[in-house]
């Protein structure tokens, strides 16, 4: 994209300031009383319309002034984020008090959780340590009567095994089988999609096991302030509110990204269609060998995100130092 004018960044950054604050659109005259843009209407709406070309704004209404768009919001975000203000300074003197008075982690990212959705009026959201999901590198079937016994080989050079109930005449099945996985865990994972129909018996047994709940490590996490992201205008009907519910009721850690780096998803960018509606501010922080957490606060797009940003990275550190 072509860089914005200093006029342009000036307009883009007020209208993002005023729609925050206001849920409301705005016009040229509000920007220029409101923020001391020193120059005219005229001027400030000629770049309110420039910004509204490039994607950047948009006009709810045919009369109405403009908000900023999601990608508004990004670049608002990547080049225009201001420094947070002086209340981040009173969160981290808070946590660091929370840190000395609650021992057991469990109660001290409830409590962090709290704080974070206190200090923010945002969802908070903080995933314990995990380390990375291991690599199925191998699987070997063995059948001992109307038994199906099944030894998982992972990349680390850990083994488990699978004590499965075999369907009738698909013993005859489990060479080709065998060689199935192999292929398959060669390229990188199991493509059941391309199971082939004469396998289908024993392929069947083992992709249940596999894709059983047992089988997938689970993440402990708490979350805190759903009642206050329901609350948000953005969400106030059904068709809006419910996939948003049932994602958090379902898979809540879909909400976060696996990654060791903080970063902001802003309505579509997110993999999850539920959040389009949404952004995902989030930092990563480290617990010694036990793997990476993730702290996280959700809201509408329109979120003050230099709070929320400094926030997150401001828990995150802490539990780094707290927990390394």
Known sequence: MKPLSPRQQQVLQATVNHYVDTMEPVGSRTLV???GIPASSATVRSAMGALEKRGLLTQPHTSAGRIPSALGYRHYVDDLLPEPGVAV???EREITGLSLRWAALDDLLQQLARRLTDFTGLMSLITRPQQPRAQLEA???VQSGDRLLVMLVED???ASHLNLRLPP???DELTAMERWTD???????LNWQSLPPHLQRSGNVLRSALDHPSM???TPLVVHGLSRLVAEPEFHTTTELRPLLELIDDQPCAVVSATDQPG???GEEHPQKALQACSVVQAPYRCGQEGVGQVALVGPMRMTYATAHAAVQRVARHLDLLLC
Do not use: D, K, N
């Open 89 to 91: 300074q009173h969160l």
């Open 183 to 189: 292929q398959q865990l060669e390229e990188g994972t």
């Open 156 to 158: 680390s050079g850990l």
């Open 33 to 35: 009383q409101r923020f």
């Open 139 to 141: 699987i070997r079937l």
């Open 169 to 171: 005449g698909a013993g």
């Open 264 to 266: 902001v998803w802003i």
């Open 216 to 218: 997938s490590p689970e």
